[in-house]
């Protein structure tokens, strides 16, 4: 069955609707009438009911990657597949759950007030740069660089490497994308070896490696978790960085459409700037930043009471579960007061991504130093056009996307 294109102007597939100017329509169909199904168009499952995903996500014989291919094919060979093999996310199983542990461990012991501190020292820095308040390609700029340049320094970066790593982590996340090409590629496959090389300069640093930045405290984790190889160490610090690139700049940006949109909202939160982390929160329910991942079966199992069969790859709606009013009732109204959301943006079961309230805190960092700014909304959907991807949904102000 295909549920393609089910009214004119709707997105073709389940995979091209994260670009679509609205693709909520769509999803809301999925969910009442295909929670479940086979496109065979497409050659895999798609789950989109909030019951479905969830059911995925957490069903053992759904890995995060193919058996037989635990690396992209595309990177395999080129430096990056050195970061990628070596993330937690990416791994399943004994290697998967002692150094998932390690790497919760090290995110919650970042602290809010140092957090606060070095978000605050790098939206100056990139405001003065950026004019993001009043330069809408400053702004996409701004969303890009800024989670990067937080994370880095809590990592404990110098000063003087954050535009490179900033910039080596733009290159990163690129090659690794389904849609990389050749110059990506390249481009990516530098970036990856410049990344390693700084990672490993700063963990041969002993006064760095004894303090609180998070890079050492990664280090100490792995080593109690049993693991002291360099190579994972330097991989997830790496990997804090990419993950935070494009799916904070996402929320950040979807949260100031959001309140550019709702005048009740935005007054609210100009009263009030403690609701802009409900802001935060409400946008991972109505509008979210990652909207598909992927799952692959290991074996042959019934998932979600539906027979699948081994090598089988299962497209996982975020987007359209958060949507589900059976989990979240009246989800197409923006509402920075709901109560108990059910949110599954950050995934859910062994794979539920650690760092959830911390990007979540680094955009509102962000949507707070740039309200605070002055800057006017109006207009932010005049200059709106969205990155290229098959999962993630990032705003982009300005003709020009990140350039």
């Known amino acids: 069955m295909t549920a393609a294109a089910l009214r004119d102007g709707w997105p073709a597939d389940p995979i091209v609707a994260v670009t679509h100017p609205d693709p909520y329509p769509y999803y809301a169909q999925l969910v009442a009438e295909w929670p479940l199904y086979r496109d065979e168009s497409l050659g895999l499952w798609v789950a989109s009911s909030y019951a479905a995903v969830t059911a995925v996500m957490t069903d053992a014989a ?10 992209p094919s595309a990177i395999a060979a080129l430096p990056m597949a050195d970061i990628f093999r070596h993330l937690v996310r990416m791994n399943d199983g004994a290697v998967h759950c002692p150094f998932k542990q390690a790497v919760t461990a090290t995110l919650s012991s970042v602290d809010a007030m140092r957090l606060a501190a070095v978000a605050r020292e790098q939206a100056a820095t990139l405001a003065a740069r950026h004019a993001p308040h009043h330069d809408r390609r400053g702004l996409t700029r701004f969303m890009f660089a800024f989670p990067v340049r937080v994370v880095a320094r809590l990592l404990g970066v110098p000063d003087a490497h954050l535009d490179d790593v900033a910039d080596g982590v733009q290159r990163y996340v690129g090659a690794v994308s389904p849609l990389a090409d050749a110059a990506a590629l390249a481009a990516g496959a530098q970036s990856a070896r410049h990344l390693i090389d700084l990672f490993r300069h700063l963990l041969d640093d002993p006064q760095r490696m004894a303090g609180d930045a998070l890079l050492a405290i990664v280090a100490r984790q792995f080593t109690a978790a049993g693991h002291g190889m360099i190579e994972p160490i330097i991989a997830n610090g790496i990997g804090f960085m990419t993950q935070a690139y494009e799916a904070t700049a996402a929320l950040t940006g979807s949260t100031l459409l959001a309140l550019a949109d709702h ?3 935005r007054a609210a939160v100009q009263r009030d700037p403690a609701l802009i982390d409900a802001a935060v929160a409400e946008v991972l329910l109505i509008d979210p930043p990652t909207h598909s991942t992927r799952r692959f079966l290991a074996h042959d199992a019934v998932v979600a009471g539906q027979a699948m069969r081994a090598g089988d790859t299962v497209l996982v709606l975020l987007a359209a579960a958060g949507r589900d009013p059976a989990a979240n009732p009246d989800c197409d109204r923006f509402n920075i007061l709901r109560q108990d959301r059910r949110i599954l943006n950050f995934g859910a079961g062994v794979h539920a991504c650690p760092a959830d309230r911390l990007a979540s805190r680094i955009a509102s960092c962000a949507v707070a130093h740039l309200l605070g700014m002055g800057g006017d909304l109006g207009g932010l959907r005049d200059s709106l056009s969205y990155m290229p991807s098959v ?13």
């Open 263 to 265: 005048a009740d909202a």
């Open 391 to 403: 999962a993630v949904r990032a705003p982009l102000f300005g003709s020009d996307g990140k350039g």
């Open 62 to 71: 759904c890995r995060v990657r193919p058996s037989s291919e635990p690396v």
